[in-house]
């Protein structure tokens, strides 16, 4: 095999995001762009002669052409052994799964996850380590470092690999495996759930459902497992056929994006149980007839009775939440007298508490929920977990939520974001938030008193590694609190996240309407912030 060392100029914008270097198609496909970051990667590990690569992505507008130029790359590199979903697919949680069983070196995944996809739009490309899990900081920032210096890259010349057949081929020393992106996943999932309840639960019409896969990864995963393993019937699962472009919409699990189960499941003839999926299969949306749970209150909820679970009938080590998320786990883990975790967003900060055992289940108010079975959070396993309470409590979800509420009481929770905003004024807003740091502790906005006022910054117990500046937090004497903070998923400007959340313990309050619940807080984020007043904006673009 001949191997071409290729002569490059560095990018200065390689930086990795929340979850990888995400970046518009086109970008990709500047000169050299791809194969600098992936060279700069694999020039950051200590090693990759004679390692296994796994390799897969959500099937995005150019993940084939990406997975064609990261295997004749990796054959350069020295790797012996690529193992790769057919088709280029593994959806994130797959693909941390696959890492972990053949325990391989590493793995790539493709994906710019919720972000729309297409000739136009986002692609992306993420370095998973051999526990299954993102590359912690340490890393991104060293692929970012050798990005910025680096002058050439290699690559082997050998035809394109086909990708659509299951098997194993050896190419000079290099060994590439195709696999089912599927069965390995699914069989996981069954070492979890109990799927005998299940099928009795849905063959008896007890839990109907609908699931939306957003033409996104999940398709093939909810039809082997919900369908075929299950026994669910053929139309539960929608929008269930991967699209390069996501048929033109955001595969984002929400009420705004996922509207066509948003409006079945608030519509006359819904079924007991409602759930979408995003892009690369790692988020998830849950709602009932009538309700949806709030990702913070999914956690939450999963938290308290995860006893029900086969997987989890042990109890828990502890539980771990990202800083914005509310903290609705943070009062079952006190109840039960359960360790709990604030990281900053972004799954990497979970895998270090769940290597080390501290954790079993974690989560992010970003429709992201996971636990110790894999190193990245995982839709259809929050999907399954939901469904498996729901037939053990044979309540419907309503039920389970208002019960819980009554328990704990109800932690109000929104999320309003800015899309697009001028990145100098996104880094104004930012600058003027900080500026009033130090001022606000002790001051009194109408019923809210101010307890703290911080950059939140973490010191990870594990290592002792510490991530500053992850976010700007106000908390109120009552536990209200209010959080802002910049996207680093976003591909165009910048995107201001405002998280608010206020705590409500009396239960004849509990069904009130978040915006209308918060809409003190609401005005105090934007005299705090003046997003409205510096980009003239009057409403936030998505509203979670
Ligand atoms: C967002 C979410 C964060 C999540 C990240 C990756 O990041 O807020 O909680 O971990 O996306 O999820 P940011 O920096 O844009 O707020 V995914 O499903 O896009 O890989
Ligand atoms: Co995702």
């Given at each position: 095999m001949q191997i071409n060392t290729i002569t490059t100029q560095p990018y200065s914008d390689q930086n990795p995001g929340t979850s990888g270097l995400r970046k518009k198609v086109r970008v990709f496909q500047e000169k050299g762009y791809l194969e600098n970051f992936v060279q700069s990667i694999f020039d950051s590990l200590d090693e990759t002669a004679g390692k296994t690569l796994v390799l897969g992505g959500d099937g995005r507008y150019f993940n084939r052409q990406a997975i064609q130029t990261i295997i004749k790359m990796a054959a350069a590199n020295g790797f012996s052994e690529l193992i790769i979903g057919q088709g280029g697919l593994l959806s994130t949680p797959a693909a941390s799964h696959i890492i972990r069983k053949c325990e391989a070196y590493g793995g790539l995944i493709l994906s710019a996850s919720h972000n729309p996809g297409g000739p136009d739009d986002d692609f992306g490309i993420k370095y998973n380590v051999g526990n299954g899990g993102p590359a912690p900081e340490k890393y991104t920032n060293a692929f970012y470092q050798r990005s910025l210096t680096i002058d050439s890259y290699r690559i082997a010349e050998m035809g394109d690999v086909?990708?659509?057949?299951?098997g194993s081929t050896q190419i000079d020393r290099l060994k590439i495996t195709i696999i089912d992106p599927v069965s390995d996943y699914a069989e996981l999932m069954q070492s979890i759930f109990d799927f005998n309840l299940l099928k009795q639960s849905i063959g008896s019409g007890y839990i109907t459902l609908r699931f939306d896969a957003?033409?996104?990864?999940?398709g093939p995963y909810a039809k082997r497992i919900l369908v075929d393993m299950l026994g669910a019937p053929e139309e539960s699962v929608i929008n269930a056929t991967p699209l390069e472009d996501f048929g033109g919409h955001h595969p984002d699990p929400n009420l705004a994006h996922a509207h066509e189960l948003a409006e079945l499941m608030f519509g006359p003839h819904a079924p007991i149980f409602g759930a979408a999926s995003d892009g690369d299969g790692d988020r998830n949306m849950i709602t009932g007839s009538q309700i949806f749970v709030t990702p913070s209150d999914s956690l939450a909820i999963m938290a308290a009775n995860a006893r029900l679970i086969p997987a989890y009938a042990k109890g828990l080590s502890g539980v771990a939440r990202s800083m914005p998320t509310s903290q609705a786990v943070d009062r079952v883990a006190a109840a039960y007298k359960l360790p709990c975790f604030e990281t900053p967003t972004?799954?990497?900060?979970f895998g270090n508490l769940l290597d080390a055992g501290k954790i079993t289940l974690c989560g992010e108010e970003s429709f992201g929920t996971g636990s110790d079975h894999v190193r990245e959070k995982d839709g259809l396993w929050a999907v399954l977990f939901w469904l498996n309470l729901i037939a053990r409590k044979r309540q419907p979800v309503a039920d389970i939520v208002h019960e819980h509420w009554q328990k704990f009481g109800r932690d109000i929770y929104s999320r309003h974001d800015y899309e697009a905003v001028e990145t100098e004024i996104a880094n104004g807003i930012v600058e003027h938030l900080r500026n009033q740091l130090p001022t606000l502790p002790g001051q009194t906005f109408g019923e809210f008193t101010v307890k703290f006022a911080d950059e939140f910054s973490y010191a990870d117990p594990v290592d002792d590694s510490v991530s500053k500046n992850q976010g700007i937090r106000v908390g109120f004497t009552d536990g209200s609190r209010i959080v802002f903070r910049l996207s680093g998923?976003?591909?165009v400007g910048a995107t201001l996240r405002i998280y608010l959340e206020k705590f409500e313990a009396d239960p004849a309050k509990h069904d009130q309407d978040a915006q209308e619940a918060l809409a003190e807080l609401i005005k105090l984020a934007e005299q705090f912030c003046e997003v409205k007043k510096r980009t003239g904006r009057t409403a936030p673009n998505v509203i979670t």
């Open positions: 086909d990708l659509d057949t299951i957003m033409h996104a990864i999940t972004g799954w990497k900060f998923t976003g591909t």
